[in-house]
């Protein structure tokens, strides 16, 4: 598709359960960022890759957030164990840009509800 | 602490009028601001950016103004129109030399433009 595009636009899970959220970024973008937007906040940075090089995982909250891109294109956000504190919206955006972050082309986003 | 702010959580405007949107950084490592608009259920759009070196860009009906002394930037509409109704984002990045950085956002302004 022309867009970055993310599965599932929602989650509900019960405490405790793993999830995992997809993203499929714009064809031909090498970066791609992982963003939590909380209720009333801000998007706030997770993770960033460029191709299939995780080169900044500084803003993953625990160690029970995991992040891949294997080939380069299709990235997964696997987060184990949910909390309730992990209920956010999980924004992934990806971008032309090499070395330095530009313009960033965001997906709309998957909601995730922890019970 | 955050190192982007946008103290006015909402703003309400009539239509034909100008929206003033402002936001301030303390990072004085920054060189790079965009703004991002959001409607709910999507996903962050890019508006317009501007560089460190420039003090204004404009865009159409859209101009962010950065000054830099007081660590402070505006967006501009005008004149604001029934579908400028949305959240808009501030966004700030820095360059590391080599390392890409990421995008840190404030925690936006809703903007209610009445026809």
């Known amino acids: 598709g022309a867009g970055v595009s993310q599965s599932p636009r929602y989650k509900v899970a019960k405490r405790g359960q793993d999830v995992a959220l997809r993203c499929d970024p714009i064809s031909g973008h090498v970066s791609l960022f992982w963003y939590q937007q909380a209720l009333g906040q801000g998007p706030e940075f997770l993770t960033y890759f460029q191709n299939e090089a995780q080169l900044d995982k500084s803003g993953l909250p625990s160690d029970r957030f995991f992040a891949e891109r294997p080939e380069g294109s299709v990235s997964t956000l696997k987060i184990q164990r949910t909390q309730q504190e992990d209920s956010a919206v999980y924004l992934c955006?990806?971008?032309?840009?090499?070395?330095?972050?530009?313009?960033?082309?965001f997906g709309e986003g998957s909601r995730l509800t922890v019970l | 602490d955050q190192q982007v702010k946008q103290n006015s959580p909402s703003l309400s405007v009539q239509e034909g009028r100008i929206s003033i949107l402002n936001c301030d950084y303390t990072n004085s490592m920054f060189d790079y601001f965009l703004w991002y608009k959001k409607y709910p259920a999507e996903g962050p759009t890019f508006l317009i950016s501007?560089?460190?070196?420039?003090d204004k860009n404009e865009d159409g009906r859209f101009t962010v103004f950065l000054n830099k002394s007081a660590k402070h930037l505006s967006l501009h509409i005008v004149p604001s129109q029934p579908g400028d109704s949305a959240v808009y984002f501030c966004?700030?990045?820095?360059?590391?030399?080599?390392?890409?950085?990421?995008?840190?956002f404030g925690k936006g302004t809703k903007l209610s433009v009445k026809p």
């Open positions: 966004a700030a990045s820095a360059y590391y030399g080599g390392s890409q950085g990421n995008l840190i």
């Open positions: 501007i560089s460190s070196i420039k």
């Open positions: 955006a990806s971008s032309l840009e090499y070395f330095r972050v530009g313009e960033l082309f």
